[in-house]
């Protein structure tokens, strides 16, 4: 059950975090293409598609791979079987009506963004080509969920990747066709970069198609050797899903949501202090769009551990295996905790080079990013708490904890950006964070009768070697800043190179030297070292 939570893991992570790391690099070309006008615009339409795009899915692939792994432990294939023919039809259902919402209310959206006036009807534009991607996603959820419900990551990894390349290279080359070629507006090249979100679908789902083509005889074999004990009404069915998927769509807005708390909070508030209206829009730029497609990355790992987690600690739920559940438990939060920590630190540390390096040398940037990079910690918890919260049927509590989350983001914000513009909207997001881990770690705590003991314990050590790594990295990057200067774009990948290249190698030493990695990474580790002494 270990090799396989991590080999799923593995999979779904490495999909992942390739598919953001795609996602973050088009950003350079893209922000050089369109300018930070664009990428305000940009950011206007995406915050408000991704929350709808959270709720058209209703939580879908984690909820049906919730199900569908029940009932296969179960030996009770054809359930699941059912589940996805009539699933089809609702996906398919929900995706129009989530597209048909998006497009009528996307005056109503604009004008909530807050953007100015003469911006309006562009926002209105750019969030209506973006919501064609609704109708299709839901349906390409459904058909990843019931792959992970079979302890399959390879097709939803795969086709996440293929959905991100597609989204892209169509982002790219038709925003810069549309300005270069065509003599277009910036709108018009930015609503042609939110459309390709529904080109990337179209591309993520055909690789979907052809897994369903190859896998299928291997399915229908399962079908063979169902024992047929359970008859359960496409209503009951329904009914379970929407139990396990309401918490889900909840857990799936949760970032979304503090964004859109900035979009309609951050630029007023800096006006209301008396910055002017453009200054006040490029700080929201800068926040909701620059920094957070930065800081996002260390959490695609804690996405690929939520994604995988739900049907393995389900499946130890349902057979009472409370052994197997507290493993996997102390494996994944050590690992991501192993794995979140330096990456954060590291981004905050390297505020400066890295903001120059992806856009331009900004002041405001660096300040952002630096106070930003951290929360990624909290990011990564929270999606793995409440993917926890999923597994052990406590998922009434995620509801709970986002909304405390949510109300002390919202009762925050304004006060905490009076006093420290920007950065406290960074603020009062890690505190909303914060609050809903803290309920979800005690949920797990009394409803799994889980011990945290290990996991404090090599949280500590985590912590000293993260430390020793920081002080590693400050010093080189505090001397190679006499000799190479982070206002300059070729100077500070070399910074970075060279500071985050130091600081990798004190981190990963400490964790081989220490047996660390081997503890948390296992037989792979040492295979590895095996063949590495062998070569030498």
Same mark, same amino acid.
């Given at each position: ?120 009807a562009s926002v209105t534009t750019v969030i209506r080509a973006v919501s064609f991607a609704l109708i299709i996603v839901p349906f390409m959820s459904l058909i990843r969920g019931y792959f992970q419900g079979h302890q399959s990551m390879g097709p939803s990894a795969v086709s996440q990747v293929v959905e991100q390349i597609v989204r ?211 990011? $990564? +918890?929270?999606? &793995?708490?409440? %993917?926890? /919260? ?9 509801? =709970?904890? !986002? *909304? ?54 090599? $949280? +500590?050590?985590? &912590?000293?070697? %993260?430390? /020793? ?9 505090? =001397?190679? !800043? *006499? ?54």
């Open positions: 059950m270990q090799s396989k939570l991590l080999r799923g893991t593995f999979i779904l992570t490495f999909g992942t975090i390739l598919s953001k790391v795609i996602g973050l690099i088009y950003v350079i070309p893209f922000y050089q293409i369109v300018g930070k006008h664009g990428t305000q615009l940009y950011s206007y339409s995406y915050v408000p598609y991704t929350i709808f795009i959270s709720i058209a899915t209703a939580g879908v692939p984690l909820a049906v791979s919730k199900f569908i792994s029940k009932y296969n432990a179960l030996e009770e294939y054809a359930v699941g079987r059912k589940l996805f023919k009539s699933g089809i039809v609702v996906m398919l259902f929900t995706g129009i009506v989530a597209f048909l919402v998006m497009y009528l209310a996307a005056p109503l959206l604009a004008e909530m963004s807050n953007p100015s006036k003469k911006d309006m892209i290279v169509f982002t790219l080359s038709g925003a810069y066709v549309v300005l270069k070629f065509l003599n277009g507006t910036i709108v018009s090249a930015v609503s042609v970069a939110t459309f390709a979100a529904f080109i990337g679908a179209i591309g993520g789902l055909f690789v979907l198609f052809w897994y369903w083509y190859k896998r299928k005889p291997y399915l229908d074999e399962l079908l063979k050797h169902d024992k047929g004990t359970i008859d359960i009404s496409l209503k009951e069915i329904y009914k379970e899903i929407f139990i396990y998927a309401a918490p889900f769509v909840f857990v799936g807005i949760a970032n979304p949501l503090f964004q859109f708390i900035d979009q309609f909070t951050l630029t007023r508030a800096l006006m209301e202090m008396g910055m002017k209206e453009k200054v006040a829009e490029v700080a929201f730029g800068i926040l909701n769009f620059e920094s957070h497609k930065i800081v996002i990355i260390p959490v695609s790992l804690a996405t690929a551990f939520s994604l995988t987690l739900v049907p393995s600690i389900t499946k130890a739920f349902v057979e009472n295996d409370r052994k197997s559940m507290n493993r996997q438990l102390n494996q994944t939060f050590q690992v991501l905790l192993y794995l979140t920590l330096p990456a954060a630190i590291g981004l905050s540390l390297l505020a400066e080079p890295v903001y120059t390096a992806f856009y331009e040398h900004d002041v405001l940037g660096t300040q952002v990013l630096g106070a930003y990079a951290p929360v990624a910690i909290l990011f $990564s +918890l929270y999606a &793995v708490t409440a %993917a926890i /919260l999923q597994g052990i049927n406590e998922q009434r509590f995620t509801i =709970l904890s !986002l *909304l405390v989350g949510l109300l002390i983001k919202l009762a925050l914000n304004i006060p905490l950006i009076k006093m420290f513009e920007t950065r406290g909207a960074v603020l009062a997001t890690a505190l909303g964070y914060m609050a809903a881990i803290i309920i979800n770690l005690i949920v797990i705590k009394t409803f799994s009768r889980y011990q945290f003991r290990l996991v404090w314990r090599r $949280s +500590l050590l985590i &912590v000293i070697f %993260a430390g /020793l790594m920081w002080a590693g990295t400050e010093i080189v990057y505090k =001397l190679l !800043l *006499l000799f190479l200067s982070p206002a300059s774009k070729p100077q500070s990948v070399i910074l970075i190179l060279l500071s985050a290249g130091v600081g990798a190698v004190i981190y990963f030493y400490l964790g081989l030297k220490s047996g660390l990695i081997d503890r948390l990474f296992g037989d792979r580790v040492v295979r590895l070292k095996q063949k590495l002494r062998l070569h030498t």
